[in-house]
């Protein structure tokens, strides 16, 4: 019986893993299996909104197959190197906030100093993300859980990253270290300005300061530009991943898939910012 970086999301208190059950326990005996991928799900029912909370599986595959494509890698190395920057000759502890299929974490672990030891860990609301990305690389932890109630123990993590995904704030504070670092990875002003204006008559662009959330200090800020030119049908998956797919109406969606080549503008801010004492 070994303790583990989770608290039970019932009661709060920490969860043993019993390797020789394949599950976790807390002291008032609610237990947790790991299922066959490797992961835990550790949302109750009643905190469940709907039957498949998160990204749904059309929107999964859309990712899955856009990021394969290796579109967004310059981003994840990015992260890769500001998180090795900050680290200590300690084993790291960092957890992906929203991981979906775990792209981020993939990439982290391929690109991250080998002289450095990390423990990865991902969460994220929707089962089948967890499912896919616990199977891909058991090396990293994964499980099923709220953002809004992170089943971490209080202090754990060093590090927190989020890539276009939700969090509260006072969540993210408790299970980070003091003075912990968190990365956010939030749309630049340009991001994808030539896919907007099929939809929109007049484009707002981002903010080039992401908003922190509260109990945080910009630390450095970092701006990540590159044209890409996807093809026809990675132009429909890149569509269905942002949150303005529901305003393309068919028309909109043929258009954007009509041009023999198309290059679009990706934009991100990468801000890493500390936790305030
Ligand atoms: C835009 S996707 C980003 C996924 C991943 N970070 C990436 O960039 O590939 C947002 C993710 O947040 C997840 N999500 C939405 N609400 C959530 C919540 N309350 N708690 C945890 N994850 C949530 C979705 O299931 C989805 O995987
Ligand atoms: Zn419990």
Redesign the pocket.
């Known amino acids: 019986m070994t303790t583990s970086a989770y608290i039970?999301p019932?009661?709060?208190?920490t969860l043993d893993i019993i390797s020789s059950e394949n599950t976790y326990r807390?002291?008032?005996?609610?237990s947790f299996d790991v299922a066959k991928e490797g992961y835990v799900n550790l949302l109750p029912v009643q905190y469940k909104h709907s039957a498949e909370p998160g990204d749904s599986k059309a929107m999964l595959n859309a990712r899955r197959a856009f990021l394969e494509a290796g579109y967004y890698q310059p981003l994840a190395q990015a992260i890769a190197l500001l998180v090795s920057l900050n680290a200590s000759n300690q084993a790291l502890r960092l957890l992906d906030v929203g991981c979906g299929e775990g792209y981020y974490l993939r990439q982290l672990r391929q690109h991250y100093p080998a002289a450095l030891t990390i423990e990865r860990h991902g969460m994220d609301i929707a089962k089948a993300a967890i499912a896919a990305a616990a199977k891909k690389d058991p090396t990293a932890n994964y499980c099923v859980a709220s953002a809004q109630r992170l089943p971490y123990a209080d202090g754990y993590f060093d590090v927190i990253s989020r890539v276009f995904a939700p969090s509260n704030a006072a969540e993210l504070q408790r299970v980070l270290k003091p003075a912990g670092h968190l990365l956010l990875v939030t749309p630049g002003p340009r991001h994808l300005t030539q896919l907007k204006d099929f939809i929109y008559t007049d484009v707002k662009e981002h903010s080039e300061t992401a908003e922190l959330p509260t109990g945080f200090e910009r630390l450095t800020s970092q701006r990540i530009s590159r044209w890409i030119t996807p093809d026809k049908e990675q132009r429909a998956a890149l569509l269905q991943m942002t949150p303005f797919a529901w305003r393309a109406t068919p028309e909109n969606q043929q258009a954007i898939a009509e041009p023999e080549t198309l290059a679009i503008e990706t934009d991100f801010i990468l801000t890493l910012a500390r936790k305030q004492a």
Do not use: A, L, M
Request: aromatic letters at 0%; hydrophobic letters at 10%; proline letters at 0%.
């Open positions: 039970c019932i009661c709060s208190t807390c002291g008032n005996r609610h």
